[in-house]
């Protein structure tokens, strides 16, 4: 019944073909809170992907232990283990970081992506298989906040991972690095991909129509014939 | 709409009826909407100086090439010459403050175009109409700018240049209605003069480009729920005539609340969007931060004219209730 795929089918897929912020629209809340600058995306991202690959791993090892009637406290007992590792190795180790992005380091508990992943792939594949699967997602999660993040940084305070990019004469944009700049960029930035995906699909059909009616007569009769 | 095309040369169009014949196209009945704006135009020239031209034909200019420029690159048909880009140019530098920067009016152009309206799809089919969507965007983004008034040339009161809503608001003090209605107070490019922004509105329902139940709903409904708030207490809320006249109200509801594509059909649904607006306005005035709300007042009721129009469907005729 299952299709194996190949292990590199596993990571890539996370990056564009199911990316967790642009095509599974899971994440949204550190996605628009936190994407004020380059510095807080990555910086989520990086936790979130720990969390994500630690858990995957771990509920992927267990999966057959865990009940089904309670899989999903069970999932959340595990995600909440890793998130308070990474929230408190982030207190001690970048206090200012963990200033910065609040409450939402603890709020990667209740983050769709990890439970998303968990209970869709890792408590149904190989421990291995959901560590790439797991990778893969946070690889795609962190790009989407890093392309959020530097796009709202630039035009909204002018600079870049803390360097000033802009010249002096552009005025910031006041509202990328308030809520409703990161809805519109968010929005356009998925609009983009979803034009582009469209536009795809859109030429592989005409290619596949214009190989048909090549050969009109051909179907014709064969259909008559059937 | 609906459009069947297996072969490319024959196209066959479907909508549903009614049909109603319009009298004027969708191009004559535009190019008489920017005839209706002139009077605001020159009221803009004679109260904050000529330089204001500038910066509305930027707008102008701004709009009409985001427009050309997403109707090339999506490869559908140029439909600039039908005027709603001009349209969108001249209203969004008309309620823009008077000596804006000309980069920041551009920017606000784009946007207004490109995600206010090419992004649903170009003209009838944006739910948020693009002159305010541009202005919106203008004042989340540069809130200090948007918010700097340049007093007008014949100022009486050279000491303030502030706004006649911003003055209640915050100082209690009530501007006269005369300079309001002529267009002799700070505020936004066209907004000020009463007189000029009747003249236009005016003609445009005598021509009947513009149906005359949002506007008298919009005034009716102003006059009604202001006036509820002066009768409790006259010296805390302002007068109803105050209110009509101040701000960017008449303006919103001639030009703005009018707009074809983002009000109501119906004409039992036009008189809820005008009443509602009105309610919206008069509630964010006095109880809201800003002295101002026709901007977002409109914005919100646009986004509900889907559902008023579902709502207010007319019966059909001889069909059971």
């Given at each position: 019944m299952k299709e194996k795929k190949s292990l590199g089918y596993e990571y890539l897929k996370g990056l564009w073909e199911v990316n967790p912020v642009f095509k599974q629209v899971l994440g949204m809340c550190p996605a628009l809170a936190v994407t004020v600058s380059v510095m807080n995306g990555l910086a989520m991202a990086l936790a979130t992907t720990?969390?994500?690959?630690?858990?995957?791993?771990?509920?992927?090892?267990?999966?057959?232990?865990?009940?089904?009637?309670?899989?999903?406290?069970?999932?959340?007992?595990?995600?909440?283990?890793?998130?308070?590792?990474?929230?408190?190795?982030?207190?001690?180790?970048?206090?200012?970081?963990?200033?910065?992005?609040?409450?939402?380091?603890?709020?990667?508990?209740?983050?769709?992506?990890?439970?998303?992943?968990?209970?869709?792939?890792?408590?149904?594949?190989?421990?291995?298989?959901?560590?790439?699967?797991?990778?893969?997602?946070?690889?795609?999660?962190?790009?989407?906040?890093?392309?959020?993040?530097?796009?709202?940084?630039?035009?909204?305070?002018?600079?870049?991972?803390?360097?000033?990019?802009?010249?002096?004469?552009?005025?910031?944009?006041?509202?990328?690095?308030?809520?409703?700049?990161?809805?519109?960029?968010?929005?356009?930035?998925?609009?983009?991909?979803?034009?582009?995906?469209?536009?795809?699909?859109?030429?592989?059909?005409?290619?596949?129509?214009?190989?048909?009616?090549?050969?009109?007569?051909?179907?014709?009769?064969?259909?008559?014939?059937? | 709409m609906e459009t069947i095309s297996a072969n490319p040369t024959y196209k066959l169009e479907l909508t549903s009826s009614p049909h109603v014949h319009s009298r004027w196209s969708t191009k004559q009945a535009m190019w008489f909407v920017v005839i209706a704006l002139i009077p605001s135009l020159i009221s803009a020239v004679v109260f904050f100086g000529p330089y204001q031209l500038v910066i509305v034909l930027t707008s102008v200019l701004f709009c009409v090439a985001t427009e050309y420029l997403i109707?090339?690159?999506?490869?559908?048909?140029?439909?600039?010459?039908?005027?709603?880009?001009?349209?969108?140019?001249?209203?969004?530098?008309?309620?823009?403050?008077?000596?804006?920067?000309?980069?920041?009016?551009?920017?606000?152009?784009?946007?207004?175009?490109?995600?206010?309206?090419?992004?649903?799809?170009?003209?009838?089919?944006?739910?948020?109409?693009?002159?305010?969507?541009?202005?919106?965007?203008?004042?989340?983004?540069?809130?200090?700018a948007v918010t700097t008034w340049t007093e007008p040339n014949f100022a009486v009161d050279t000491v303030t240049s502030a706004t006649p809503l911003a003055a209640f608001k915050f100082d209690k003090v009530l501007t006269d209605i005369q300079?309001?209605?002529?267009?002799?107070?700070?505020?936004?490019?066209?907004?000020?003069?009463?007189?000029a922004i009747l003249i236009g509105g005016i003609f445009l329902i005598a021509v009947g480009v513009v149906n005359y139940r949002v506007p008298l709903a919009m005034i009716l409904g102003m006059i009604l729920f202001a006036g509820i708030f002066w009768v409790i207490d006259p010296i805390k809320y302002p007068n109803p005539v105050f209110q009509l006249f101040a701000g960017g109200f008449l303006f919103g509801t001639f030009f703005m609340a009018t707009d074809w594509v983002t009000t109501p059909i119906t004409s039992k649904g036009m008189w809820i969007f005008g009443f509602g607006i009105a309610l919206l306005v008069v509630v964010i005035r006095i109880f809201g931060g800003l002295p101002e709300g026709v901007m977002y007042a409109i914005l919100i009721m646009n986004s509900v004219v889907p559902i008023i129009n579902r709502f207010t469907y007319p019966r059909i005729f001889g069909a059971a209730k």
């Amino acid at each position: 019944m299952k299709e194996k795929k190949s292990l590199g089918y596993e990571y890539l897929k996370g990056l564009w073909e199911v990316n967790p912020v642009f095509k599974q629209v899971l994440g949204m809340c550190p996605a628009l809170a936190v994407t004020v600058s380059v510095m807080n995306g990555l910086a989520m991202a990086l936790a979130t992907t720990f969390v994500l690959v630690f858990s995957s791993l771990l509920i992927s090892f267990i999966r057959k232990l865990i009940p089904n009637q309670v899989r999903i406290a069970a999932f959340i007992v595990i995600i909440a283990t890793f998130v308070t590792i990474a929230d408190l190795v982030m207190k001690a180790k970048f206090p200012e970081l963990s200033k910065a992005l609040g409450p939402f380091v603890p709020l990667i508990v209740v983050n769709c992506i990890i439970l998303g992943r968990a209970e869709a792939f890792a408590s149904k594949n190989s421990p291995f298989r959901s560590l790439i699967d797991a990778l893969g997602n946070g690889t795609g999660f962190l790009i989407a906040l890093v392309v959020m993040g530097g796009i709202r940084e630039i035009i909204g305070s002018r600079t870049l991972l803390g360097y000033q990019v802009l010249p002096n004469g552009f005025e910031p944009w006041l509202i990328m690095i308030l809520p409703a700049g990161a809805f519109l960029t968010l929005g356009l930035l998925m609009g983009l991909a979803n034009f582009y995906v469209d536009r795809k699909n859109r030429i592989e059909k005409q290619e596949l129509v214009q190989k048909y009616r090549k050969t009109p007569d051909s179907v014709e009769i064969k259909g008559q014939e059937a | 709409m609906e459009t069947i095309s297996a072969n490319p040369t024959y196209k066959l169009e479907l909508t549903s009826s009614p049909h109603v014949h319009s009298r004027w196209s969708t191009k004559q009945a535009m190019w008489f909407v920017v005839i209706a704006l002139i009077p605001s135009l020159i009221s803009a020239v004679v109260f904050f100086g000529p330089y204001q031209l500038v910066i509305v034909l930027t707008s102008v200019l701004f709009c009409v090439a985001t427009e050309y420029l997403i109707k090339r690159i999506r490869k559908r048909k140029v439909t600039v010459s039908d005027g709603s880009a001009v349209i969108t140019g001249l209203l969004l530098g008309l309620i823009l403050p008077p000596n804006f920067s000309l980069s920041s009016t551009a920017i606000g152009a784009v946007f207004a175009i490109a995600v206010g309206k090419e992004i649903f799809g170009g003209l009838g089919y944006n739910i948020f109409n693009p002159a305010l969507v541009g202005r919106a965007f203008l004042q989340a983004a540069f809130p200090v700018a948007v918010t700097t008034w340049t007093e007008p040339n014949f100022a009486v009161d050279t000491v303030t240049s502030a706004t006649p809503l911003a003055a209640f608001k915050f100082d209690k003090v009530l501007t006269d209605i005369q300079p309001m209605f002529l267009g002799n107070v700070s505020g936004s490019l066209g907004e000020t003069s009463a007189i000029a922004i009747l003249i236009g509105g005016i003609f445009l329902i005598a021509v009947g480009v513009v149906n005359y139940r949002v506007p008298l709903a919009m005034i009716l409904g102003m006059i009604l729920f202001a006036g509820i708030f002066w009768v409790i207490d006259p010296i805390k809320y302002p007068n109803p005539v105050f209110q009509l006249f101040a701000g960017g109200f008449l303006f919103g509801t001639f030009f703005m609340a009018t707009d074809w594509v983002t009000t109501p059909i119906t004409s039992k649904g036009m008189w809820i969007f005008g009443f509602g607006i009105a309610l919206l306005v008069v509630v964010i005035r006095i109880f809201g931060g800003l002295p101002e709300g026709v901007m977002y007042a409109i914005l919100i009721m646009n986004s509900v004219v889907p559902i008023i129009n579902r709502f207010t469907y007319p019966r059909i005729f001889g069909a059971a209730k």
